[in-house]
């Protein structure tokens, strides 16, 4: 059963999400996608006819079981052969949705969704560019455009989000700090390094030169603020002009990057670098803290006792 009408319990669960979690326009529309699916999979399993939702009222939310929560991430895993992230997710999604019905609006007395078990997600290593390569990412942006370098340089350094840079406005840089509004419209501040400041000054002193009405940071050829595909093109370009293999890379690798050369090479701390990305669970921190093959010879040759009787 599929349909473009909406669900009015989803939809009153969700502007929940957005006026008082300030949930992001993203995470709300996956989390009504995997809502309407899983409702649109219990009324195909009972013989539901409906051509909308409102077959979804509160008995039909309270008469859902364990049960049908599992068969449908069976579903999702051997008809849709959904990857185990995804069907994560979609746990996350129930497991929320229910929170909110028992915890916050009183409609449910039993959230069943709390005995749901997530999937183990395999471990990847996930590619970013090693020093060498940002070094070169960086010498290939400088000798082309003022904007571009300042982009790759903040990317670098600052490890931000693609989204917190593309909505930059000049009154969030002071002189030591940019000022972020991320997910969760939770504000952080950054410190500037050396490169920061004098890649923003010379792209100021350009951009102070143009007729732009946009407070934006960054600004396209036509003075509008720079959009995310462009600043996304932007550094596929520069990539790919530094003689780097684009495969796999996007800006998000560039956020990466930057947080593992500050955990590998800058030892910062894990607290400080949850500060610095923003990230509400120090889980989601840890991934960024992976280490080489080099780190591992050198921690098990950092043991007192690797030299004896050599």
Same mark, same amino acid.
């Given at each position: 059963?599929?349909? =473009?009408?909406? $669900?009015?319990?989803?939809?009153?669960?969700?502007?929940?999400?957005?006026?008082?979690?300030?949930?992001?326009? =993203?995470?709300?529309?996956?989390?009504?996608?995997?809502?309407?699916?899983?409702?649109?999979?219990?009324?195909?399993?009972?013989?539901?006819?409906?051509?909308?939702?409102? %077959?979804?009222?509160?008995?039909?939310?309270?008469?859902?079981?364990?049960?049908?929560?599992?068969?449908?991430?069976?579903?999702?895993?051997? &008809?849709?052969?959904?990857?185990?992230? &995804? +069907?994560?997710?979609?746990?996350?999604?129930?497991?929320?949705?229910? *929170?909110?019905?028992?915890?916050?609006?009183?409609?449910?007395?039993?959230?069943?969704?709390?005995?749901?078990? &997530?999937?183990?997600?395999?471990?990847?290593?996930?590619?970013?560019?090693?020093?060498?390569?940002?070094?070169?990412?960086?010498?290939?942006?400088?000798? $082309?455009?003022? +904007?571009?370098?300042?982009?790759?340089?903040? %990317?670098?350094? $600052?490890?931000?989000?693609?989204?917190?840079?593309?909505?930059?406005?000049?009154?969030?840089?002071?002189?030591?700090?940019?000022?972020?509004?991320?997910?969760?419209?939770?504000?952080?501040? @950054?410190?500037? &390094?050396?490169?920061?400041?004098?890649?923003?000054?010379?792209?100021?002193?350009?951009?102070?030169?143009? *007729?732009?009405?946009?407070?934006?940071?960054? @600004?396209?050829?036509?003075?509008?603020?720079?959009?995310?595909?462009?600043?996304?093109?932007?550094?596929?370009?520069?990539?790919?002009?530094?003689?780097?293999?684009?495969?796999?890379?996007?800006?998000?690798?560039?956020?990466?990057?930057?947080?593992?050369?500050?955990?590998?090479?800058?030892?910062?701390? @894990?607290?400080?670098?949850?500060?610095?990305?923003?990230?509400?669970?120090?889980?989601?921190?840890?991934?960024?803290?992976?280490?080489?093959?080099?780190?591992?010879?050198?921690?098990?040759?950092?043991?007192?006792?690797?030299?004896?009787?050599?």
């Amino acid at each position: 059963m599929q349909s =473009n009408k909406s $669900c009015p319990i989803i939809e009153q669960y969700l502007a929940y999400l957005i006026t008082v979690k300030g949930r992001s326009p =993203n995470t709300i529309s996956e989390y009504r996608l995997d809502l309407l699916q899983f409702l649109c999979y219990i009324a195909n399993s009972r013989g539901y006819t409906h051509s909308d939702f409102s %077959f979804a009222d509160l008995d039909f939310i309270r008469s859902i079981r364990l049960g049908d929560m599992y068969a449908f991430l069976a579903y999702c895993q051997e &008809t849709l052969n959904a990857a185990p992230g &995804t +069907r994560y997710r979609k746990i996350v999604s129930m497991r929320q949705f229910w *929170k909110y019905l028992k915890t916050k609006v009183h409609l449910i007395d039993n959230n069943i969704a709390e005995e749901l078990e &997530t999937p183990k997600l395999p471990k990847r290593n996930v590619r970013t560019l090693t020093l060498e390569e940002s070094v070169r990412l960086l010498i290939q942006a400088k000798s $082309c455009s003022a +904007r571009d370098d300042c982009i790759i340089t903040i %990317f670098l350094n $600052c490890a931000l989000r693609l989204s917190e840079l593309a909505s930059l406005n000049i009154d969030q840089v002071d002189s030591d700090v940019i000022s972020i509004i991320g997910k969760g419209n939770k504000e952080r501040k @950054i410190y500037l &390094t050396p490169a920061v400041k004098q890649s923003l000054a010379k792209w100021l002193a350009i951009r102070s030169t143009l *007729k732009v009405d946009s407070n934006a940071l960054f @600004i396209s050829r036509n003075r509008g603020r720079l959009t995310t595909r462009s600043i996304q093109n932007v550094v596929k370009k520069h990539i790919v002009a530094a003689g780097i293999n684009p495969e796999g890379l996007s800006t998000h690798k560039l956020r990466h990057t930057a947080a593992t050369l500050m955990y590998k090479y800058g030892h910062v701390d @894990i607290r400080s670098l949850q500060q610095i990305l923003g990230h509400e669970s120090i889980a989601t921190t840890e991934i960024y803290t992976h280490v080489d093959d080099r780190q591992l010879q050198a921690a098990v040759n950092a043991n007192p006792l690797a030299m004896m009787f050599t």
